[in-house]
């Protein structure tokens, strides 16, 4: 039997980080689940993972990763996938999730999430890295929307229809990112609203919200503030289209105190019970 609480995750929930672990073992939130970054709970053993599986033992968590770099050509790093194996098995996350993004050339690595030339050449490429750790995992993945400033002049469909065409080929889920599609569309010139009637309904398992920065001509993603106030009105309108799918509050940068996080949270859970009254 599991150690771990067994509850759905649903409502709105707010991203675990290291700054808050005390506040949240000592006063138990009401907060519906966290979510995590996978790559920070790597160690076999220590603080961080002493932290989460207390945490766990409360709440339902999901695993939120940026390192499985599967547009890459490159192949997929056996040792990264096996560390994310076991740590699933000992933590037990409701998803485990990562990007439509690539991050590596040649076995060398950037820090950044770039984004993919959108070709039939590049799906093929996504789809055979996310079949391959879904069977490596024994689970499906979650498949998040990334927020980019550049395209490819070799793109020749869209990122919605990309996505779409990956969830045919690979039986994943998505992970919608509604601030990262409010900051592609503004940067890229797309109507928000058109990729969102563009998702498979029923696919989408988890929704993120966060905060970006303006810059002079563009949009940055710096999860660094609270959500704006157009985003707000597209999450209204996904969770119009989609259902009250449950929604993470993401903060990286700047971590504010706790009851921010927990203020943003509630308002996301306004939007999502405004969906349960309505039903
Ligand atoms: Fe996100």
Not at 128 to 141: C, M, N, S, Y
């Amino acid at each position: 039997m599991s150690r771990f609480i067994d509850k759905p995750v649903a409502g709105a929930g707010i991203g675990l980080r290291s700054t808050h672990y005390q506040t949240i073992i000592e006063n138990q939130p009401k907060v519906p689940w966290f979510e995590v970054l996978t790559e920070n709970y790597f160690g076999d053993g220590g603080l961080p993972l002493h932290f989460l599986e207390k945490v766990r033992a409360d709440y339902p968590v999901t695993l939120h990763g940026v390192g499985m770099s599967l547009g890459s050509a490159d192949s997929l790093d056996r040792d990264y996938l096996a560390r994310l194996k076991a740590l699933a098995a000992r933590i037990e996350p409701t998803y485990v999730s990562d990007h439509l993004a690539w991050i590596s050339v040649d076995s060398r690595f950037v820090h950044d999430l770039l984004p993919l030339p959108y070709t039939e050449e590049a799906l093929a490429n996504f789809a055979a890295h996310v079949r391959e750790a879904q069977d490596f995992l024994g689970r499906r993945l979650l498949i998040e929307n990334p927020s980019s400033y550049m395209g490819y002049k070799e793109t020749d469909m869209t990122e919605w229809e990309f996505l779409q065409e990956l969830v045919v080929l690979t039986d994943c889920d998505i992970l919608f990112d509604v601030n990262n599609v409010y900051v592609s569309g503004t940067n890229h010139g797309f109507d928000p609203i058109e990729y969102l009637h563009a998702l498979p309904k029923g696919r989408v398992k988890e929704i993120h919200l966060a905060g970006y920065e303006e810059q002079n001509n563009y949009l940055f993603d710096t999860h660094g503030y609270r959500v704006h106030p157009p985003v707000w009105d597209l999450y209204q309108a996904t969770i119009e289209y989609l259902g009250p799918i449950p929604t993470l509050i993401e903060w990286d940068n700047d971590i504010p105190p706790f009851e921010t996080l927990l203020d943003e949270a509630g308002l996301a859970q306004r939007v999502l019970d405004s969906m349960d009254a309505a039903a």
